[in-house]
Structure formats: structure tokens, C-alpha cells
């Protein structure tokens, strides 16, 4: 199968080394972003959410309206829309832009920014509600007759959309708590992880694909990572010290902007585990960012030549991870410049897959 690459969008520039002034939307860095990501052969853009963002479904329509090829991976946290709605919501973007729409399920592992919209559930709560809710999602999209449900969260009676996908909108589900893999396991078609060190991607594909067994399933995976890709590695090391510099100059300003305590999620403290044993693993994933930052999101990256780095991303595929997720320290100009490792990185799957074809 061909590797997908997701990208990142945004509504002004943001991050470790970048920010910009003005208001939070501004339609033409969104428009330029989201070309770049077109330009440079991406598959999709994920849009964020937290409790301060803007409007996610109205992000994502002017992103696919905009492009003509490049979807969307619309994340959603369940608990403030009714799953109905979300349903018709989903599939209402989807009608205008078909085959273009993903939803990514994110939970929520900060109870302080899930307060601030009014969720005063716990984490293993929120899991629960997340599994009725996507029993509920699922069944709205596939019923051509009225349905029933009766969960711990949600009670419909005859429900129906008018509006439904003419194919299966897919559902990535991120987390890394032993709650979100039994939930995971039973409702994601790709299952997206921070990037870890290989060994650690294997023992979470591993967890992921029992969880998904007893339900007949068999999901994707996804691994998110940071490439710092210079012309040699030298200058790569060299742009990744600036990086680090920068971050650290900013983490106060970071933390106060996004508002974010990833103390609770267990991706963070996978990741601050791995970073503790030391800044460098595998051949070149680098940890030193997420330390600075406390592991707040995705945050660890691939250091070196554009080929050594497509090279540790193919060392992903070749654990099953079929989607990378990568995305820049300088969002926009990084974006433009991935394209090259997109290349590379299909051009080597290619290259093998014709080989296999030849040694059959």
C-alpha cells in the first residue's frame, strides 16, 4: 500500500521557533498553508483542536475549497455535539468534498482545557463516552432505516440522516492510555501514535492489534514526527541546535499561548521516558524538544541528510505504519520543503513494491 503523508494546518503561524501578530484567523496564511501541503504531495492536513481553537469544520471546509486534491483529517472531540449531529456534520463536508474527509478522535487528556468548554469528566469517563459516542457515529452514517441505540451516554430513538457517505469516512483515533487502546482497538481504522523509537512503535502495534482482534478489525497505524532534513547532516544538527534554542527562549510564552498540561497524557510521559534515557535514538530521533517542552504534543524529531531522514521514515513503514504525520518547525516554509522527503519516501516504496512484484 502507498504511504500517507498528513501535514498540518493552521490559521496563522504558530509553534516552537514561530508565531505571528494579529487576529487567530487569517484566511491567506490558511490558504498558503494548505497549497503548500497540495504542492508537495500530501494526502491530507490535520486540523487541531483544543478549547481555544477556531471553529474546526468551517477551517476544514475553506482548506478543501481552496485545493483540489488535498483532504482533511478533522479532529473532534465527543461529549460537546451530539453524535447524530457530529454524524451529519461529517458527513454534510464530506458531500461537498467526497472522499476528502477523515475524523480524528481525539478524547482529551487535560482536564483542565476540556473545563474551560464545560467537560468536568474524568479521563476514564471520557473513554466511555467516547466508545457510545462512536457506536452512535457509526450507525448514523451506515443506517438507511431508523435506528434505536441505548448506551451509558447517548439514547436516540429513530434516528435517521438524510445525508450520508457514499464511502466509510475513516476514523483515526489517537492515545496512548491502556483506556484509549481498548477503545482504539475497537473503532479506528488508523491508530495514530507520538513518535517513539521503533522499539516502542512495535510494542504499541502490538497492544493495538490484540485490542482490535476480538472486534474482527484491523486497523492502520500512524506515527507523528518533527523532520529536520538539511542538505547534509551537519547542517542538519546545526539547524536542529538553533530549533532547540529557540524553543527554549519560548517555552514560557508556549505554555501561556496554548494553555496546555500534558502532564496527564500517557504519550507525554512515554515520551519524557524515552527522552530521559537520552537526546538521540534509533539512527537519528531526536528527543531534546520534547524535554524542553515537557513533551507537549508531537514533539520529537528525524535529524539528518533529506535521505537519511526519508530513511528512518521508511524504517517506519517497515514496521507496518502505513501514515506519517509530519510536520515542520517552520509550519509554512517546512510544509513547501517536505516535498522532497515525500518523494524520496515513495519513490523507495515504489521501488520495493516493484521488487517484491519481480521476486514473485
Same mark, same amino acid.
Not at 59 to 69: E, K, M, N, S
Not at 113 to 140: E, M
Not at 297 to 326: C, H, K, P, R, W
Given at each position: 500500500?502507498?504511504?500517507?503523508?498528513?501535514?498540518?494546518?493552521?490559521? *496563522?503561524?504558530?509553534?516552537?521557533?514561530? @508565531?505571528?501578530?494579529?487576529?487567530?484567523?487569517?484566511?491567506?496564511?490558511? !490558504?498558503?498553508?494548505?497549497?503548500?501541503?497540495?504542492?508537495?504531495?500530501?494526502?491530507?492536513?490535520?486540523?487541531a483542536h483544543s478549547s481555544a481553537s477556531p471553529d474546526g469544520f468551517v477551517?476544514?471546509?475553506?482548506?478543501?475549497?481552496?485545493?483540489?486534491?488535498l483532504g482533511v483529517l478533522l479532529a473532534h472531540r465527543p461529549g460537546f455535539?451530539?453524535?447524530?449531529?457530529?454524524?451529519?456534520?461529517? /458527513?454534510?463536508?464530506?458531500?461537498?468534498?467526497? %472522499?476528502?474527509?477523515?475524523?480524528?478522535?481525539?478524547?482529551?487528556?487535560?482536564?483542565?482545557?476540556?473545563?474551560?468548554?464545560?467537560?468536568?469528566?474524568?479521563?476514564?469517563?471520557?473513554?466511555?463516552?467516547?466508545?457510545?459516542? =462512536?457506536?452512535?457515529?457509526?450507525?448514523?452514517?451506515?443506517?438507511?432505516?431508523?435506528?434505536?441505540?441505548?448506551?451509558?451516554?447517548?439514547?436516540? !430513538? %429513530? /434516528?435517521?440522516?438524510?445525508?450520508?457517505?457514499?464511502?466509510?469516512?475513516?476514523?483515526?483515533f489517537g492515545g496512548a492510555s491502556d483506556d484509549a487502546v481498548r477503545v %482504539?482497538?475497537?473503532?479506528?481504522?488508523?491508530? /495514530?501514535?507520538?513518535?517513539?523509537?521503533?522499539?516502542?512503535?512495535?510494542?504499541?502495534?502490538?497492544?493495538? !492489534?490484540?485490542?482490535?482482534?476480538?472486534?474482527?478489525?484491523?486497523? %492502520?497505524?500512524?506515527? +507523528?514526527?518533527?523532520?529536520?532534513?538539511?542538505?547534509?547532516?551537519?547542517?542538519?544538527?546545526?539547524?536542529?541546535?538553533?530549533?532547540?534554542?529557540?524553543?527554549?527562549?519560548?517555552?514560557?510564552? =508556549?505554555? !501561556?499561548?496554548?494553555?496546555?498540561?500534558? +502532564?496527564?497524557?500517557?504519550? +507525554?510521559?512515554?515520551?519524557?521516558?524515552?527522552?530521559?534515557?537520552?537526546?538521540?535514538?534509533? *539512527?537519528?530521533?531526536? @528527543?531534546?524538544?520534547?524535554?524542553?517542552?515537557?513533551?507537549?504534543?508531537?514533539?520529537?524529531?528525524?535529524?539528518?541528510?533529506?535521505?537519511?531522514?526519508?530513511?528512518?521514515?521508511?524504517?517506519?513503514?517497515?514496521?507496518?505504519?502505513?501514515?506519517?504525520?509530519?510536520?515542520?518547525?517552520?509550519?509554512?516554509?517546512?510544509?513547501?520543503?517536505?516535498?522532497?522527503?515525500? @518523494? =524520496?519516501?515513495?519513490?523507495?516504496?515504489?521501488?520495493?513494491?516493484?521488487?517484491?512484484?519481480?521476486?514473485?
Open positions: 500500500m502507498p504511504v500517507e503523508f498528513i501535514g498540518i494546518a493552521a490559521t *496563522k503561524a504558530f509553534g516552537e521557533i514561530e @508565531t505571528s501578530p494579529g487576529p487567530t484567523v487569517q484566511p491567506d496564511y490558511l !490558504r498558503a498553508i494548505a497549497l503548500a501541503h497540495e504542492e508537495s504531495g500530501f494526502d491530507r492536513v490535520l486540523v477551517v476544514a471546509d475553506q482548506i478543501l475549497t481552496h485545493t483540489t486534491r455535539v451530539s453524535p447524530t449531529l457530529a454524524a451529519r456534520k461529517f /458527513a454534510t463536508l464530506d458531500a461537498f468534498h467526497p %472522499g476528502r474527509v477523515a475524523l480524528h478522535v481525539i478524547t482529551g487528556g487535560d482536564d483542565a482545557d476540556q473545563a474551560r468548554d464545560g467537560d468536568l469528566s474524568d479521563k476514564q469517563t471520557r473513554y466511555r463516552r467516547t466508545d457510545d459516542f =462512536l457506536q452512535v457515529v457509526r450507525k448514523t452514517w451506515e443506517s438507511a432505516e431508523p435506528f434505536d441505540h441505548t448506551g451509558e451516554f447517548y439514547t436516540v !430513538r %429513530g /434516528a435517521l440522516s438524510g445525508v450520508r457517505p457514499e464511502k466509510p469516512i475513516p476514523v483515526y %482504539g482497538g475497537r473503532h479506528a481504522d488508523v491508530y /495514530a501514535f507520538w513518535g517513539e523509537p521503533l522499539a516502542g512503535i512495535a510494542e504499541r502495534i502490538r497492544q493495538v !492489534r490484540a485490542a482490535a482482534e476480538p472486534y474482527g478489525r484491523s486497523p %492502520g497505524f500512524s506515527v +507523528s514526527l518533527r523532520p529536520i532534513p538539511a542538505e547534509t547532516e551537519a547542517a542538519a544538527w546545526e539547524r536542529a541546535a538553533d530549533i532547540l534554542r529557540l524553543t527554549r527562549e519560548r517555552v514560557g510564552e =508556549l505554555r !501561556r499561548e496554548f494553555n496546555l498540561d500534558s +502532564s496527564a497524557q500517557e504519550g +507525554s510521559r512515554r515520551l519524557l521516558g524515552y527522552a530521559a534515557q537520552g537526546d538521540v535514538h534509533d *539512527k537519528r530521533l531526536w @528527543t531534546a524538544v520534547a524535554k524542553a517542552t515537557g513533551a507537549a504534543g508531537n514533539s520529537t524529531a528525524l535529524v539528518g541528510s533529506y535521505e537519511q531522514v526519508a530513511e528512518s521514515l521508511l524504517d517506519y513503514t517497515a514496521l507496518g505504519v502505513g501514515t506519517l504525520l509530519i510536520r515542520g518547525f517552520d509550519a509554512l516554509a517546512d510544509a513547501r520543503d517536505y516535498g522532497r522527503l515525500v @518523494t =524520496l519516501v515513495r519513490e523507495q516504496t515504489d521501488r520495493g513494491a516493484l521488487a517484491g512484484v519481480a521476486g514473485a
